[in-house]
């Protein structure tokens, strides 16, 4: 995986950022994973900074995960967005002098993990992320 799978929103300047990443699927055990990250994106009002492209990781046709399937919202016969499987990170900037924060939310990736956690690790470093 090259870094063209990031698709960058932003690039603002953080203080030695720590990375907090959820997963939602089948390890999300009473949705505590997606749940924290969803928690702390809504109460810091964390800004939407990049995502990972869903083509490389993800089974759009598997049977046994309609979740998975991509789908649209469609009004008056147009069809008004399209909603894949993804990697969402977010950003606060705290204004107290500690590290910033880095959020990300992901659909647990189907297929090649080892790809994916190394395309995780680079963005966090090129970030400079400090923990994780």
């Known amino acids: 995986m090259d870094s063209r799978s990031v698709i960058r929103y932003r690039r603002p300047k953080l203080f030695r ?3 907090v990443m959820g997963f939602e ?3 999300d055990a009473a949705r505590i994973s997606s ?8 109460k810091l009002n964390a800004k ?6 869903s083509d490389d990781f993800y089974i759009f046709q598997s049977p046994d995960n309609e979740a998975r399937r ?3 919202d469609v009004k008056g016969g147009q069809v008004r967005a399209l909603s894949l499987p993804s ?4 950003f606060f900037k ?4 500690s590290p910033d924060l ?13 790809s994916y956690a190394e395309l995780v690790l680079n963005f966090a470093e090129e970030l400079g992320v400090g923990r994780l």
């Open 70 to 72: 991509p789908i649209t």
């Open 94 to 97: 705290n204004r107290r002098g």
């Open 87 to 90: 990697t969402v990170f977010r």
């Open 35 to 42: 749940g924290v990250v969803g928690r702390l994106t809504d």
């Open 48 to 53: 939407r900074l990049a995502e990972i492209r």
């Open 102 to 114: 880095i959020i990300a939310l992901a659909a647990e990736p189907e297929l090649k993990w080892d």
């Open 25 to 27: 699927g089948w390890a």
């Open 17 to 19: 950022p720590n990375l």
